[in-house]
């Protein structure tokens, strides 16, 4: 019975890689092993992709299309921390203590339950002070100095300074000072913003004989953001010099993180104020994700420009001179190769064998926090039945947040990874939105490793089909050799999915209902 | 028993109002710009033509919009690949008219075809997948003749990322010296299309697929056949997105390959969010809505207009999810009721 229900899965993944396999007969060894290793390398960042997809999918039943745009602002983060240092260090006291104000959000609550105005009065107060913070946030905002870029002055946009990253020159960084606004107003100005935002949507809420509590643990958030937010503000050179004379490696370190942390803000600043207020109606969390994936990209459009350019790679694999190309891995090491010879064919250490690398360390370590920690217990019975979990005392909106938050990391985590191999543009999110959606589907839409499995075969059919298009592909019968243009490769990946859903609705790996 | 010519009239009241001032509107500005109805009726004057520009492109987008609510608003399938249809109508009507060379009756006979095909292939799917899969599966479908367009092994067919270019327009229906002509014709195919569509939504078979949309497994246990009529509804709404698509490839110079992606599927989608999902006239609101807020964002805006679009959108599925026709249609269910009230309170109760 087993095997029955597992026979045709089985069949057509033999299928899949019969045909993989079939035309790679007149390939050499080392093409063979460099387009395989390519294919791990697009399955590792589809993968990143997709797996958030599959546990967004599984727990909350939101498809979350926005998805392949958290991607492409987690690479341009990246980019933003890893070739302009001074901009994120600029940046970041405005982004904290407006943080800082909604973290004083139970402060809101309490207050608001203690002020006995008639409803309506509630109400109007609240939208009032909606639009007054909205307004001081005009005026506030664009007026706190901050160093950037001018996408209308080549000299100073994206392009020329990741060019310049990539030559190893560097601007020195740009300080500006406040000269509109004094410091301490832009600071007590942005606490203000945040604080009556939060204070006026607390009053919109408010139900009649709600109590919340005034616990003193929660102050420390609010004060552990102001030391970071203040920190930030009043050593902003110092910061800014260490930046810039930190070794690229730390400081792509330093980039990776911060492009996983705005993901992860991000995801959960989505779920709580969009996603949430729609769990009744699902079709409208679809659109509503389709939405916000447009308006992300109009906003990347809009801050970064639309050119495309290039996340240069840190030194650790850039290394050209002394016995580069390395042969074995003691020169690989020592020298910090951008390419390794195996079996004859030149392989690129960052996209071939650091990026499936990554790929697998993060589905192994996903794997054992689902399946070990006591969170991963409540995700896995939240796919299974989250009302069922909600019955048994578990707050599921707090997990259904925190799984939003880690799809978002991780998609986040994928596009800043990825930057260096293909570079940043805003088309970036929509091809890799596609390909995580055909993972998932081929892959099974609920299950994690079918996530895995999906993003491996993508990979591979889209590089082998890239390689076919320079060989050709022997047409049987005939003399004739196919060979498909590289734009025409998508469509093989289409076709998979199509083929795999036909035969299995639910894709390889998922469940049938 | 009434008169059934009386009957229909009263039935289609809005949209018959709705036609004769479309009808009206070249003329009348034709009046306020100066130029005489001889002027209008021969395509000169400038603002008209202009104004019967902006309307043709509307209609277009409506009929596109409203083959979109019938698959989606009132049969429940939603369907990512629906600009398929569209724009493969597009395409082949430009390439049979540049490439072939075929007479123009010739093309719509084909496009009648392709269109019954490419329904047939959508609905292969049907009976197999449900839900997002089948959102998923036309995506995939789509994304594929996007795919193939854009790619350099057809461009001497479609002219790849350029668009498709240089077609011959049949001299009868000319955008350029025969607008009103054309005018006249997408607005009279968009007016057929809404009363046909209302029609039959009205009749049993329309009902049993809004039954589908609420809920198919009561549908099939009640003992219809869900597939067949889904297979219907694909076919009707297929014929329709691809008429519309014909009038898109002979009204533009350019056939875009933006037609083919997913972008215009959810255009189509944001015109029957904005007109109310499952109304049919919120799909000619919407569209008007779209494209002349679209219009004047652009004009005023440049760029960021697609920024402004997309918060309109989520503003719309946040706070508005009835859309336009479907709030208005709620708010005018509350009056009616209120006056009921009011005047059962006026009124004496009859007896019994």
């Given amino acids: ?513 | 028993m009434e008169n059934k010519a009386t009957n229909f009239f009263t039935r289609n009241k809005g949209i018959l109002i709705f036609l004769l001032v479309m009808l009206a509107v070249p003329f009348v500005t034709g009046l306020f710009e100066g130029s005489t109805l001889t002027q209008v009726w021969t395509n000169q004057g400038s603002f008209s033509k202009f104004l019967e520009g902006l309307g043709i492109e509307v209609f277009i987008l409506a009929i596109f919009a409203l083959s979109y609510d019938l698959l989606f608003g009132i049969t429940g399938l939603l369907s990512f690949g629906h600009t398929m249809f569209f724009a493969v109508a597009a395409y082949l009507t430009g390439i049979s008219l540049k490439t072939l060379g075929l007479p123009f009756w010739q093309v719509l006979l084909l496009i009648v075809l392709t269109s019954v095909i490419q329904a047939l292939l959508f609905s292969v799917v049907l009976p197999r997948v449900r839900g997002v899969t089948f959102t998923m599966v036309t995506l995939g479908l789509a994304s594929m003749f996007h795919i193939i367009v854009m790619s350099s092994d057809m461009i001497n067919l479609t002219g790849a990322d350029v668009g498709l270019q240089g077609m011959p327009t049949p001299a009868f229906i000319d955008p350029a010296s025969q607008r009103l002509r054309f005018f006249v014709i997408a607005l009279v195919l968009l007016v057929i299309t809404y009363i046909a569509y209302r029609r039959f939504v009205a009749s049993p078979t329309g009902r049993v697929c809004v039954a589908i949309r609420e809920n198919e497994s009561r549908a099939r246990m009640l003992g219809y056949n869900t597939t067949a009529f889904k297979v219907t509804v694909m076919l009707i709404s297929s014929f329709t997105a691809s008429a519309a698509g014909v009038l898109h490839a002979l009204y533009q110079p350019i056939i875009s390959p933006t037609i083919a992606d997913l972008g215009y599927t959810v255009v189509g989608l944001l015109i029957v969010l904005i007109g109310g999902i499952g109304t049919l006239s919120g799909s000619i609101v919407g569209a008007f809505v779209l494209k002349l807020s679209d219009y004047f964002l652009r004009r005023y805006l440049g760029e960021s207009a697609s920024l402004i679009n997309g918060i309109i959108y989520v503003i719309f599925v946040l706070f508005v999810p009835y859309g336009i026709v479907g709030t208005l249609r709620v708010r005018s269910l509350r009056t009616k009721e209120g006056w009921k009230q009011i005047l059962s309170w006026i009124l004496p109760k009859k007896a019994g």
């Fill in chain 1, 1 to 513: 019975m087993k095997l029955k229900r597992n026979l045709t899965p089985l069949a057509v993944l033999a299928g899949i890689f019969l045909f993989v396999f079939m035309a790679a007969r007149g390939m050499e060894p080392k093409d063979l092993l460099i387009t395989t290793l390519r294919g791990f390398s697009v399955g590792s960042v589809t993968f990143l992709v997709a797996a958030g997809f599959s546990l967004i999918f599984g727990l909350l039943d939101v498809l979350n299309l926005a998805q392949g745009t958290l991607y492409m602002i987690g690479a341009y983060v990246g980019w933003t921390v890893y070739v302009r240092p001074d901009t994120f260090v600029d940046i970041m006291p405005m982004i904290l203590f407006l943080m800082a104000g909604f973290a004083l959000r139970f402060l809101w609550d309490a207050l608001s339950d203690r002020l006995n105005w008639s409803p309506k009065t509630t109400k109007i107060v609240g939208w009032l002070l909606v639009i007054v913070a909205i307004a001081l946030g005009l005026f506030i905002v664009p007026r706190y100095p901050i160093a950037g870029w001018e996408l209308d002055n080549y000299a100073q946009s994206p392009i020329s300074y990741s060019f310049m990253v990539e030559q190893g020159t560097r601007l020195p960084a740009i300080h500006l000072g406040f000269e509109e606004i004094p410091a301490p107003v832009a600071v007590i100005g942005l606490l203000l913003i945040s604080s009556l935002l939060s204070f006026g949507l607390a009053l919109i809420r408010k139900k009649a004989n709600q109590q919340h509590e005034l616990s003193l643990k929660k102050w420390w958030t609010f004060i552990v953001l102001m030391v970071l937010g203040l920190f930030f503000l009043l050593f902003n050179t110092i910061l800014t010099n260490i930046l810039f004379s930190m070794s690229s490696n730390w400081l792509f370190l330093i980039a990776v993180i911060m492009a996983v942390l705005s993901g992860l803000g991000l995801g959960a600043l989505m779920e709580t104020t969009l996603i949430q207020p729609l769990y009744s109606r699902p079709i409208y969390q679809l659109m509503l994700t389709l939405g916000m994936s447009t308006i992300g990209v109009q906003l990347v459009r809009a801050i970064w420009g639309m050119p495309e350019f290039v996340l240069s790679k840190p030194a650790l694999f850039r290394g050209t001179g002394g016995a580069c190309p390395a042969t074995n891995l003691a020169d690989l090491i020592e020298y910090n190769c951008t390419t390794v010879m195996v079996l004859g064919g030149r392989v690129r250490v960052y996209d071939e064998i650091f990026l499936p690398i990554v790929g697998i360390i993060v589905l192994v370590v996903v794997w054992v926090l689902l399946k070990k920690s006591r969170i991963g217990m409540i995700i896995r019975a939240g796919v299974q039945d989250s009302s069922m979990v909600e019955m048994l005392g578990i707050n599921v909106r707090r997990v259904f947040t925190l799984v939003f938050a880690l799809g978002a990391g991780l998609a986040a985590l994928g596009g800043v990874l990825a930057a260096p191999s293909n570079g940043l543009s805003t088309g970036m999110g929509e091809k890799l939105l596609l390909n995580a959606l055909i993972a998932l589907a081929v892959g099974g839409l609920t299950s994690y490793p079918g996530a895995a499995l999906g993003s491996l075969l993508v990979g591979l059919i889209q590089q082998f089909m890239i390689k076919y298009g320079q060989i050709g592909i022997p047409i049987p019968f005939t003399d004739t050799l196919f060979k498909p243009s590289p734009a025409i490769v998508p469509a093989s990946t289409m076709l998979l999915m199509v083929i795999v859903l036909l035969i299995l609705p639910h894709g390889l790996l998922g469940k049938q209902e």
